[in-house]
């Protein structure tokens, strides 16, 4: 089991989680951010004085998979959420030791 | 033959008609008596009208301060603050009634020197239905007070905007309870009350200012003051190098187009009766506002490369600001030429200006009131007519008509604002700085936010059902905390 954590653009994760959904993956969970990297943020005026906004709001998701799909949800990723401008966000893969659902004390990749 | 002919009928006829009419004696009221039926009948439908528009007008003046000005201010600040911000207008709308109640209308309105109204309306005595023949001669005295109670909540109302986000809630109270009546109600009586020093020949003024709905009365003195506040109460912690923004610019429109609407309350309204010059001052007020929309975002837009939201309802703010004291006098293209100008000036007191002089004023009342009310005030001078408002009598009124003094008079008054405004400021946070232990909250409030550390509440809960918080307090049954949840049949 691998524990997938995409960084992206959030206009684009219907795209990304359709793709994902193809290939397998049965659920997520995502949350609105805000970060930086190497993408630039923007400046806001408000009477003249100049703010300049540095963290831009992504779109995490994460989601748990089994080894055996963790290359196709990163390519359906990468496909889905690649414009080739900075700012299309990031990937992280973790080992997971364990699942559990709570509605049926299941354990493994089975509650996932 | 043909002329006595015409004679002897229009005789006969004559003769008829007093026939008739002595026949009638007694059950047909006399000529005087029909004639006095129709005066006191035209009386009152001229009152009906005239009161029913000043009573609407009321309502619209309360309702620039509450929601207006509580919306255009609290969406201008960061969320921790939205409540205390909208508080500090909201609040006014009670403490001023109550002052203007019991004394503030008297020293406003009643007889009595050139500088205060004395004590002879004290707790409203002898205000009721009849109308006062000086004021407003067709509406019930009590109408004509009510509607000045409203000028009085949202001129310190206006203030707060230069204190906002670090003023003790307790401090803000006694400020603008003293403010009112040291400032407001005394200047009020100068401008528009019975013999005022700055009033106008109809009230027996010594020096003729002319401020048609509070440029003057409200805007200098409220904006000059602002100005004070802002510069003793300091900058607020981290400022200028956090983030300030506006936490919501959506809650700033809204309020920015009620007060809009309601300045139509606030300048048509001073006419006090709904005639042609409420119409006229209709007319200037919206033109003024429009043109002044115009004119901040012309410059902001050459000069910052983009025209804000911000920036458009700010412009029509210092418009309506600008063309308050004008209203009653100028014509439509007056109106958009002192709209227009106020805008521009008004862009660069609150960008350039206060950039330079380096004075925290949050949400820019000095910026907007001030410097706007004082634009607009030396604009009245330059554009009054006598075809709008004939206030002298048939002699010219503004310096376009050839009345030059007309702009000394309106300096002298604005100076006397300025100074009773800045002065009292001064003078009332010192003393309320030695007595409460200063009159700014604790850094750590501060930064805590004083919607939390002085009213113990939150703008925005909404996100409550992610049971950040949980009930405290004598009602609650604590039971549900130890039972498991009933399961969920599907």
Not at chain 1, 82 to 107: N, Q, W
Request: hydrophobic content about 50%; some cysteine; charged content about 15%.
């Amino acid at each position: 089991m691998k524990k997938i954590e995409a960084i992206i653009r959030p206009h684009l994760l219907d795209g990304v989680k359709d793709s994902l959904q193809t290939v397998g993956v049965q659920g997520m969970t995502i949350s609105e951010v805000r970060g930086f990297g190497r993408q630039k943020g923007h400046t806001e005026v408000y009477r003249g004085s100049e703010y300049k906004v540095e963290f831009v709001p992504k779109v995490k998701l994460e989601f748990i998979v089994d080894d055996e799909i963790v290359d196709a949800a990163v390519d359906a990723i990468i496909k889905t959420a690649r414009t080739g401008k900075f700012g299309d966000g990031k990937i992280f893969v973790f080992p997971v030791d364990e699942a559990i659902r709570i509605r049926t004390g299941e354990h493994g990749v089975n509650a996932v | 033959m043909k002329p006595k002919v015409a004679f002897r009928s229009a005789t006969f006829s004559l003769f008829f008609m007093l026939a008739a009419g002595v026949a009638a004696f007694g059950q047909t009221p006399t000529i005087e008596e029909r004639l006095a039926k129709a005066e006191s009948a035209l009386s009152s439908a001229q009152t009906s009208g005239d009161n029913a528009w000043m009573l609407v007008c009321s309502a619209l003046v309360l309702m620039m301060t509450g929601p207006g000005l509580a919306l255009f201010y609290g969406g201008l600040v960061r969320k921790k603050n939205v409540l205390s911000t909208m508080m500090q207008s909201f609040i006014l709308m009670a403490v001023v009634t109550v002052l203007w109640a019991v004394y503030g209308y008297s020293i406003s309105f009643a007889q009595g020197t050139p500088y205060f109204g004395g004590l002879g309306y004290l707790f409203l005595k002898g205000v009721g239905g009849d109308p006062n023949a000086t004021y407003a001669a067709t509406i019930p005295h009590q109408s004509f007070m009510i509607f000045q109670l409203m000028f009085a909540i949202i001129t310190p109302a206006l203030i707060t905007g230069a204190f906002a986000e670090r003023m003790k809630f307790s401090a803000m109270l006694a400020y603008t309870a003293i403010w009112a009546t040291i400032v407001y109600f005394p200047l009020a009586h100068m401008v528009w009350g019975t013999n005022g020093l700055l009033a106008l020949p109809a009230l027996g003024g010594k020096i003729n200012a002319l401020d048609f709905a509070g440029g003057t009365v409200v805007h200098i003195s409220s904006g000059f003051s602002a100005l004070v506040c802002a510069i003793m109460l300091g900058k607020r912690v981290g400022y200028p190098r956090s983030p300030m923004t506006p936490h919501s610019m959506v809650l700033s429109v809204i309020g920015a187009c009620l007060l809009w609407v309601g300045w139509f309350g606030f300048n048509a309204g001073s006419a006090v009766a709904a005639g042609k010059l409420a119409t006229s001052a209709f007319v200037a007020t919206h033109f003024g506002a429009a043109a002044a929309v115009i004119g901040w975002l012309l410059v902001e837009w050459l000069r910052l490369g983009k025209p804000t939201v911000l920036g458009g309802i700010s412009g029509a703010v210092a418009g309506l600001v600008g063309i308050t004291p004008a209203s009653g006098f100028v014509t439509p293209m007056s109106a958009l030429a002192i709209g227009f100008i106020t805008g521009i000036v008004c862009f660069f007191a609150v960008t350039e200006l206060k950039k330079r002089l380096g004075y925290d004023d949050s949400l820019d009342a000095f910026g907007v009131h001030g410097v706007g009310g004082f634009t607009g005030a030396i604009l009245t001078g330059v554009f009054a007519t006598k075809e709008i408002n004939d206030v002298f009598g048939g002699n010219p009124v503004g310096l376009l008509e050839g009345n030059k003094m007309q702009i000394v008079n309106q300096l002298i008054a604005s100076v006397i604002a300025i100074a009773m405004g800045m002065i009292a400021t001064f003078v009332i946070l010192k003393v309320l700085g030695l007595v409460m232990g200063g009159v700014r909250v604790t850094g750590e409030d501060e930064v805590q936010g004083l919607d939390l550390s002085q009213h113990g509440e939150e703008g925005y809960n909404l996100d409550l059902d992610l049971a950040s918080s949980s009930r405290t307090g004598t009602f609650f049954d604590d039971t549900a905390l130890t039972t498991a949840p009933e399961p969920i049949s599907e």
